[in-house]
């Protein structure tokens, strides 16, 4: 069994491809796999003819960024005893991947790494997905070192130690082999967006400890995939927060939260009707209609009922929306 490989997930990416495979090539020792969700572009052949010595795993249509990874890393399952799962718009800089790997390998209680994640468009900025490690509140939003809501830090080195956080960001993400396998990996139902919060939760649930590793850097180009101001990507976080909730908290806190969350995202869908953004009002409810009647749900509370839960970290930070909101609080460091 191999130490670590690299795992790029595609579709439709040939801009992305050609822009930072190369990075990727020339800075990484280890295997290079990328995953494609069926992509109907030239992806294939750009990598078959460009980049010849990277690994293919073709799908059979698009599964989205949770079961496009499920269904193509269990073509690698026994053959690694980690995997970087890592975006395709991402910039990686030299040893990064060796370094986050011999820094995993040093502290078996770890089930996943992120290191320090930077903006691609803004080098001396921290990306909005990652940034400096990920927590989540109270209500289970999810925050970061680096990035609360929308307002970004600059780096300038105070997030360059290595702690545990609640949730490693999946632009680049080590994990245990055989713990995401255990676990299913990801959750399909989610397709994209809070997939990666999710795991590392029912990760935790179980006793693992999940970490953020400064020594290494890498650059993300954020929003390539699907825009943060996107009506879909907002009624994805929406539902799959709550699905995420759900899963993870027992029933009588997670009711305490649902209604909590209700009144302030109704709040919000009604601020985007005064503005005139209907799309977004609309995308909210409807994230919450689909969590209702998912029929899954029920079945995968049941199966996380049954597990004995460790106590969760969930940040330093328990209601962000009164530190933000009425604190007017926008880094970490002065929540």
């Keep these: 069994m191999k130490s670590c490989a690299i795992v790029i997930l595609n579709y439709n990416g040939e801009e992305m491809l050609k822009k930072f495979l190369p990075s990727v090539l020339a800075h990484s020792q280890l295997d290079i796999w990328v995953i494609d969700n ?55 800089t030299p040893n990064w991947d060796l370094n986050l790997v011999s820094y995993a390998s040093s502290l078996p209680e770890y089930a996943a790494f992120q290191p320090k994640i930077l903006s691609y468009q803004d080098p001396q900025k921290f990306d909005y997905a990652g940034a400096g490690g990920g927590f989540i509140d109270a209500l289970g939003y999810p925050y970061c070192r680096g990035r609360i809501w929308e307002h970004i830090e600059n780096d300038n080195g105070q997030y360059d130690d290595s702690i545990d956080v609640d949730w ?18 990801f959750d399909a139902h989610f397709f994209a967006h809070m ?20 020594g290494v850097k890498v650059y993300h180009i954020g929003g390539a995939t699907l825009n943060r101001n996107s009506p879909k990507k907002l009624f994805l976080n929406i539902r799959n927060n709550l699905m995420m909730i759900y899963k993870n908290e027992r029933g009588v806190v997670f009711w305490m939260i649902f209604l909590a969350k209700l009144f302030f995202e109704m709040i919000a869908a009604i601020l985007f009707l005064v503005k005139g953004e209907k799309e977004n009002a609309k995308s909210i409810a409807r994230g919450y209609r689909e969590f209702i009647s998912n029929r899954n749900l029920s079945k995968r509370q049941k199966i996380i009922s049954n597990q004995e839960l460790a106590i969760s970290s969930r940040g330093p930070v328990r209601f962000l929306i009164l530190k933000t909101g009425l604190l007017r609080r926008k880094t970490f460091n002065s929540l």
Aim: hydrophobic share 40%.
């Design 38 to 92: 069926a992509s109907s572009d030239q992806s294939i052949s750009i990598l078959k003819n460009e980049f010849p010595t990277i690994n293919l795993i073709l799908l059979k249509e698009n599964f989205g960024f949770a079961g496009g990874y499920n269904w193509g890393l269990s073509e690698l399952e026994g053959k690694y005893h980690y995997y970087i799962l890592l975006n395709s718009d991402v910039e990686v």
């Design 168 to 185: 490693a960001s999946g632009a680049c993400m080590l994990v245990k082999a055989e713990v995401f396998h255990s676990l299913s990996g």
């Design 195 to 214: 997939e990666e919060i999710d795991l590392c939760w029912r990760m935790r649930n179980l006793g693992w400890k999940v970490g953020y590793f400064g």
